[in-house]
């Protein structure tokens, strides 16, 4: 495996931890490195590249970015968000993964692309619930702030740093870990 491979590994699963936060933005930033040419993406994925993707996931971004403030839409948006980032954290890894074969991509895409941004998308849909069931709704543009500064932070990191991508969802994940840990139920004995 060469370092090129890995690191087309690390921006996948960096992108694919972003998708859990904000299901457009880590698409539009790589449709933005693409078509600036910042990162070559693989052959079948170029289109993501051109500045109809990058205007069409420039607006679904803006779009995503304020429903999250709006605290019974946010809700609605994260039932139908949850599916989405599983399919969107797989694409990203299958348009980034560079000289593997088909199988090992694909696979690695559904299990490290599409399982980090659904724990992370599902993890942040239970917090936004618990936040609207205990403030009202009153705290969830807060949560929105943080998830979608995460979510252009992991992105920017992704590209332009893949290792420290990578750190980053790893600590991301031992918090959300921890968290879940911390508040499941205590089995009785």
Excluded: C, H
């Amino acid at each position: 495996m060469t370092s090129e491979t890995i690191i087309s590994i690390f921006l996948g699963i960096g992108l694919a931890a972003s998708v859990g936060f904000r299901v457009f933005l880590p698409l539009f930033a790589l449709s933005l490195a693409s078509y600036f040419n910042v990162w070559e993406l693989n052959e079948q994925w170029l289109w993501i590249g051109s500045l109809a993707a990058v205007i069409t996931l420039g607006v679904a971004t803006i779009v995503e970015i304020f429903a999250y403030f709006i605290p019974w839409l946010d809700n609605l948006l994260d039932g139908i968000a949850v599916p989405m980032a599983a399919i969107a954290g797989t694409a990203v890894m299958v348009s980034t993964v560079a000289n593997l074969d088909p199988v090992i991509t694909w696979s690695l895409a559904i299990i490290a692309g599409g399982g980090t941004a659904t724990a992370i998308k599902s993890a942040g849909a239970t917090g936004r619930l618990a936040s609207t069931a205990t403030t009202g709704g009153l705290a969830n543009p807060v949560v929105a702030t943080v998830e979608t500064g995460t979510a252009v932070v992991v992105s920017v990191a992704s590209i332009f740093a893949p290792i420290l991508a990578a750190v980053l969802v790893i600590i991301i994940l031992t918090i959300i870990f921890k968290i879940y840990r911390s508040v499941r139920p205590k089995p009785k004995t």
